[in-house]
């Protein structure tokens, strides 16, 4: 028997088990949704992920030329391709780490902590290998 409410809204003719579903997209809740950041904000995250990138980069490729010297101690244009990889990833690591703060305090949402600090590992390692060369 059908109820005269299921006649009116549409459903009289659907079986027990099955309902209509809701067609309407769901809208995300102002507290569900994360707050705007600015273009300035946006940006800045973004050439601070380069940053991180290129001292990796700069980073794998000293630890390879490292390798490749001990194999080969006779290369001295390796040895000085070494060394400028080296200080550009100085350069760019303290960039980097100057950046990260600033990235802190200009963001609304924070980057994700593991990223920065996989980051900030990233861009210390030269400087801590320059240190370490010099003392020794």
Not at 40 to 69: D, K, P, Q, R
Request: proline share 7%; glycine share 8%.
């Amino acid at each position: 028997m059908l109820c005269l409410d299921h006649v009116v809204c549409g459903l009289g003719n659907m079986s027990k088990g099955k309902q209509k579903k809701n067609n309407a997209k769901k809208t995300p809740r102002s507290s569900d949704a994360l707050p705007a950041e600015s273009r300035v904000s946006e940006s800045l995250t973004v050439f601070w992920a380069l940053t991180v990138m290129m001292v990796l980069v700069m980073n794998v490729l000293c630890i390879g030329a490292h390798y490749y010297l001990a194999a080969n101690p006779a290369a001295e244009k390796m040895r000085l391709f070494q060394g400028m990889l080296l200080f550009t990833g100085c350069l760019v690591g303290g960039f980097s780490l100057i950046l990260l703060p600033v990235l802190y305090r200009i963001r609304q949402v924070p980057p994700p902590p593991g990223l920065a600090v996989f980051g900030a590992c990233v861009a210390a390692a030269p400087i801590l290998t320059v240190c370490l060369r010099a003392m020794s």
